[in-house]
């Protein structure tokens, strides 16, 4: 492997990504040749610790600097990979991402069972006089370390190593299987009487999407159909709250809580799987389950603690529920819905929209032209301005993006210096973009 050939690659490991150059072949080509070159770094810095230790040389910054910097490269540039594969997700990025997240995770285990790391950090923790912010830094190197299986014998890490391999190829089947099950179902609807309700925004969306997937050249109009109903959360939240056909509420509703349960997608015997591999990385630790693993790092530490604080918000939330519960059916039953039936998860948001409009005199989508995105994002950046003391300018062209709806914006303090970055991907893109809201680190 020559310099040239990392000099050149995708994968410079520092700046704003050139997210549009990420293909999935280039990804293929390129980064096993990072991977090979972090390799041979941590074989180095192996030895360069190895000669710190026996020399008794050990510092902050010939420890930790190191260390940061190898782990910020494989940070870098496996995080470009994994966002990628959550926000522009295709067949053959998948099968680029599965083939070499096990080099990752192998490389993450190696990274975390390196014996003379492990020593020299603790010698480093004894024996140099640090600050509150760099002993903390330190403590989390090492547990991290520890439940990573630095102190497993040869054959309990080598099941230890197996076990996330093998949890990391569960965790990405189990995304995929639930975008693949939200992308498959669907229905074409072309009687009126199945939209009735439903806002000329909500037609729209529908109407735009039965055209592209029928894949007519000709404009739909959004009231004569056809229109696709769909798992997507814009398409699935306006139609529960708004669909007067309960039929067709109670099929959207069991359709979306039942994702990747059937089928091809099926994710019952991974979630068993998963469980199941968890317990036995846990007790390989010395912990007795998976939570008390998660929770040994947590301000909870213990179950009774998570499980007190749960029972603590459950009575009085119980109590309040049941109430609005019982409200929403007396309300419903006095509007038309059957009186000897009782409301059912289909239901709730349909009444929930009808009860607002009535008892509070709130529509939310006649409030909807009142707050377009432009206008919201002005309204938070200023609220966070006399909050934070800062400035959010936006940047759209200064940075590469993965999208044409992907907005970038740039953060100043109040001495007019630029202090981060960010991007912001506002809309839903049900065939490639995972649901939900999250966000993501990049540098």
């Known amino acids: 492997m020559t310099e040239d050939v990392i000099d050149n690659n995708l994968f410079k490991c520092s700046g704003l990504p050139v997210f549009n150059q990420f293909t999935p072949q280039r ?36 420890v930790i600097n190191p260390l940061n910097k190898i782990n910020e490269q494989l940070k870098w540039s496996w995080g470009v990979i994994s966002h990628l594969n959550s926000v522009n997700n295709s067949e053959k990025l998948r099968d680029v991402y599965a083939k070499l997240l096990p080099q990752v995770i192998n490389l ?14 603790k010698i480093l923790r004894e024996t140099n006089n640090l600050d509150t912010t760099r002993n903390r830094i330190l403590d989390k190197e090492i547990t991290d370390m520890e439940h990573s299986g630095i102190s497993l014998n040869e054959l309990d890490q080598k099941n230890y190593n197996k076990i996330s391999e093998r949890l990391g190829e569960l965790s990405t089947t189990f995304s995929n299987n639930v975008l693949d099950a939200t992308n ?40 004569s159909g056809p229109w696709k109903l769909s798992l997507d959360i814009p398409t699935y939240t306006a139609f529960m709250s708004y669909a007067e056909d309960r039929i067709l509420r109670e099929k959207l509703y069991k359709a979306f809580v039942s994702r ?34 998660s929770l040994s790092t947590k301000m909870a530490s213990k179950i009774d603690n998570v499980e007190n604080l ?30 000897s039936n009782k409301l059912k998860p289909w239901d709730i948001s349909y009444w929930s929209e009808l ?54 914006f740039n953060i100043f303090n109040n001495s007019d210096n630029k202090i ?19 966000m993501d680190e990049c540098l």
């Open 260 to 293: 990747a349960s059937e089928g091809d997608q099926n994710n019952s015997q991974i979630i068993e799987e998963i469980l199941t591999l968890r317990t036995k990385q846990a007790k390989l630790l010395g912990y007795e389950s998976w939570a008390d693993l």
């Open 27 to 62: 990804i293929e080509k390129e980064f096993p040749l990072l991977i090979e070159k972090l390799n041979l770094e941590f074989n180095n810095l192996e030895i360069k610790f190895s000669e710190l230790v026996s020399n008794n040389d050990l510092n902050w910054e010939k």
């Open 355 to 408: 009860l607002r409009k009535e008892k509070l005199n709130l529509d939310q989508e006649a409030l909807r032209p009142w707050f377009p995105l432009d206008d919201v994002l002005k309204g938070l950046f200023q609220l966070c301005e006399k909050l934070f003391d800062i400035k959010v300018v936006e940047a759209n062209g200064e940075a590469p993006v993965w999208n044409e709806d992907v907005l970038f």
């Open 310 to 339: 749960l029972e603590e918000l459950r009575r009085p939330s119980l109590k309040a529920a049941e109430s609005e519960l019982n409200k929403l059916n007396n309300f419903a039953h006095k509007n038309g819905f059957n009186i």
């Open 420 to 438: 981060a970055s960010f991007y912001l991907d506002p809309f839903s893109r049900p065939e490639s973009k995972r649901g939900g809201a999250w």
């Open 184 to 223: 498959k179902w669907f229905l074409i609807l072309e009687d009126k009487s199945q939209i009735k309700g439903l806002p000329e925004r909500v037609l729209e969306l529908m109407a735009l999407s039965a055209q592209r997937h029928l894949r007519k050249e000709e404009i739909i109009d959004p009231q």
């Open 108 to 121: 993450g285990n190696k990274f975390g069972q390196s014996k003379i790391i492990y020593k020299a950090l």
